[in-house]
């Protein structure tokens, strides 16, 4: 008679481990595992679905349960919690609608926890030229979306005359420079490049245009097909 094969409780211990850390945790944190998987699943979920799903038993903890029923991020109906995005937008369609009707921009911020695809949306969006996405490089303000309309966007004659009578300066290091000042990060790194052209012997200078020749009575005419571009040399 074979012996019976041995019982194997490592998984179920492992298991058994990550609940009690996960319930050894403080509040705070376990409300924001709770909120994670709301956020997550986008599902209608009672208190013994979240603590199956992510072992945080809201029933058994009044502390988790109080700061989950009332964090404002979280619709609880009196059984079920729901995620609550600020923006309650269902796909593509609904999310440039809303862009659409805040022609001074509108964070990515508020638009992130919208629906789980939205960053693909808003990309997409930008590829189809629907709307701006700006970055603030080296800024703490968020990144904005803009409709791309711009009979929305009506622009003061004084901020027009004043931004005409803005003086750049000639040499693309100052631009540079005067960008960083002012929190931004540029595009172009010209000094880097100048030193690099300089180590492999390119010239800086820009290519001078060849002096074009324009046609004289000289000039051997072989159109003779088109009379009318030299009407002038006869």
């Given at each position: 008679m074979s012996a019976a094969p041995a019982l194997k409780f490592s998984s179920d211990i492992e298991r058994l481990q990550q609940i009690n850390t996960i319930r050894n945790t403080s509040a705070a944190a376990q409300t924001k595992r709770a909120i994670d998987l709301l956020k997550e699943t986008r599902q209608a979920l009672t208190a013994e679905q979240i603590n199956e799903a992510c072992y945080v038993d809201v029933k058994a903890n009044k502390d988790v349960f109080d700061r989950l029923s009332k964090n404002f991020k979280v619709y609880y109906d009196g059984t079920r919690f729901f995620y609550k995005p600020k923006h309650d937008l269902k796909d593509k369609t609904q999310l440039l609608k809303l862009i659409q009707n805040f022609p001074e921009g509108i964070a990515v911020a508020?638009?992130?926890?919208?629906?789980?695809?939205?960053?693909?949306?808003?990309?997409?969006?930008?590829?189809?030229?629907?709307?701006?996405?700006?970055?603030?490089?080296?800024?703490?303000a968020e990144d904005m979306a803009y409709p791309n309309n711009h009979r929305a966007i009506k622009v003061d004659d004084d901020l027009k005359q004043l931004f005409r009578g803005i003086e750049l300066p000639r040499d693309m290091i100052d631009i540079e420079k005067d960008l960083q000042k002012n929190g931004m990060k540029p595009a172009t790194n010209t000094g880097k490049r100048r030193a690099q052209a300089q180590v492999h012997g390119i010239s800086n200078k820009p290519e001078q245009k060849k002096k074009k020749h324009g046609i004289s009575k000289r000039t051997k005419l072989t159109n003779s097909h088109l009379p009318e571009l030299f009407k002038d040399l006869s």
């Open positions: 508020d638009l992130e926890d919208a629906y789980p695809s939205v960053d693909h949306d808003l990309k997409a969006l930008k590829a189809a030229g629907e709307i701006w996405l700006v970055s603030n490089f080296g800024s703490a």
